[in-house]
């Protein structure tokens, strides 16, 4: 009876079984140097990876990972691709020293997002970060709603910085919670204080519809002034 499938060329791609301990050797050898590499690049580069050093990361596991189980990939071309990456990302790394335009443009930059619990709608639009997700970053620094916060970052990393109103200083504002966000509405049902959907801005609305100052926008929710718990 035939076999559905050809064990030996799925298992070993019919290579030869001494072909294994090469892969043992080459996987020992590329993984001693990916270690070396790392640790030449220095505590920043094992940490938290900017854009440009994920690059560098994806580069050196892919020339690290051929050569351990490809016979027709030697293992010197792979050490030279490391060379190569290494002096590329010194270089880099000198010149990002050397002028802050260029930096900014390997790293980026910091952008406020939040400013006096408002959203800061220009800097907004320049980042891939939909407001949802945003959202959910800040739930999980324990915030209920936008009048808590006195300024967020969005940091070269992709990790969000805030900073706290004290107590006393907390006001009314945008509910993040999706319970509440969810009842956003044109028509306000109400007198009371309420936040744009939008941008955050938020004031005292009676009944009715009405357009946002700041955003020109007409989607309310009502506002909250709850404390954080910390």
């Not at 706290?164 to 044109?186: C, H, M, Q, R, S």
Request: hydrophobic share 45%; charged share 25%.
């Amino acid at each position: 009876m035939k076999e559905i499938f050809e064990w030996n060329r799925v298992l070993f791609n019919e290579l030869p079984g001494v072909f294994l301990l090469e892969v043992i050797f080459r996987s020992a050898v590329m993984f001693t140097v990916l270690l070396l590499t790392l640790k030449l690049a220095g505590k920043r580069g094992v940490k938290q990876l900017s854009i440009f050093e994920t690059v560098i990361v994806i580069a050196l596991g892919s020339a690290a990972g051929d050569p351990m189980f490809y016979e027709d990939v030697g293992i010197v071309p792979a050490i030279i691709v490391f060379a190569v990456i290494m002096i590329l990302y010194r270089t880099v790394t000198w010149l990002t020293g050397k002028s802050k335009k260029f930096e900014e443009f390997i790293e980026g930059k910091t952008e406020c997002l939040i400013n006096d619990g408002k959203f800061s709608v220009t800097s907004f639009r320049k980042e891939t970060l939909a407001q949802d997700e945003f959202f959910s970053e800040l739930r999980v620094k324990s915030i209920e709603h936008l009048g808590q916060v006195k300024h967020a970052f969005i940091e070269p990393s992709g990790e969000i910085s805030v900073f706290f109103y004290e107590d006393k200083e907390v006001g009314y504002g945008l509910p993040i919670l999706p319970a509440l966000f969810t009842e956003k509405n044109k028509i306000i049902p109400k007198e009371g204080t309420y936040s744009c959907s939008f941008c955050g801005h938020t004031e005292k609305q009676k009944p009715g519809t009405a357009k946002c100052k700041i955003c020109q926008k007409d989607e309310w929710v009502a506002s909250i002034n709850t404390l954080r718990i910390t």
